[in-house]
């Protein structure tokens, strides 16, 4: 016998042919028991499918939901932040402010893929997304105060003198004689 080949003659050592030669019936010609049906079997299956299609629909809306309001951590978090920094206009100010405005514009342009993982005929994704998009929209209304209370935005009229054009002069006044 040569190395490496087994009885069987193919290139394994140990093969077992589970091909049937033999002349009796197969078990597909034997009746089923009393009592047993295999179409029940398969209803069961059917159930169990489905149980576990909702429960996964379940557990999908639930992720949904904590994804949601996961923003609602993030905007706690900034604002205690932006009260640290203080109201007066450093490096470290700046810095939080736009921060706070960056991370809910990027987070409001990738709404879908967020969501993307959660989508499902049997999940409704509506009011999970309104309510992702409602705190990032408070996320960013909080970064726009904050630029308000740093002076940064040009809210008073004084912000705007250099666009006004000079005042007419309503006025002339005249020196009556001239001292030397």
């Keep these: ?100 405005l960056w991370q809910p514009i990027s987070a409001l342009q990738g709404v879908g893929k967020v969501f993307e993982p959660y989508k499902d005929s049997k999940v409704d994704l509506l009011g999970p997304k309104l309510l992702f998009i409602a705190l990032n929209l408070g996320g960013l209304a909080l970064g726009v105060w904050k630029l308000n209370t740093l002076g940064l935005l040009p809210t008073h009229a004084s912000d705007w003198v250099s666009s006004l054009p000079p005042a007419q002069e309503v006025e002339y006044s005249g020196g009556g004689i001239p001292l030397n």
């Design 1 to 100: 016998m040569e190395k490496g080949k087994g009885v069987m003659g193919s290139g394994r050592r140990w093969a077992v042919d589970f091909s049937d030669y033999s002349t009796t019936p197969s078990s597909r010609d034997i009746p089923d028991p009393p009592g047993f049906s295999r179409a029940s079997q398969d209803q069961d299956d059917s159930a169990m499918t489905r149980q576990k299609k909702d429960a996964e629909a379940n557990w999908k809306s639930q992720k949904a939901w904590e994804v949601a309001q996961a923003p609602f951590k993030n905007l706690m978090m900034m604002g205690f932040m932006m009260w640290m920094a203080g109201s007066t206009v450093h490096l470290f100010s700046i810095g939080i402010t736009f921060s706070a």
